[in-house]
């Protein structure tokens, strides 16, 4: 038996020492064990590639106080964009 027992990813994956956590989520959708499926494109996921570059947190925002009129008048985001 492994050290270590993945739920999600691969039992040969983890076989070289690796676990339920994921550095991408293209690793994730790589490494899935037999019988789950993940398309990448369809994770609503962020990825950084420059941590230097600030952020504006609106959806953050939103999804925590769900403020319409907040997100228009302080982030500036057209009403339109809104759905």
Sequence with gaps: ????????RSAFV?????G?????VRELCATLRAG?????QIV????LLDSAVPLNAFLLDFFKHGQLDALVRY????RDALW
């Design 1 to 8: 038996p492994l050290a270590m027992q993945p739920q999600v």
């Design 14 to 18: 983890a076989l070289s020492g690796h």
């Design 20 to 24: 339920d956590r994921f550095g991408s």
């Design 36 to 40: 789950l499926y993940l398309d990448s």
């Design 44 to 47: 609503p996921v962020f990825e």
């Design 75 to 78: 982030n500036r985001v057209r």
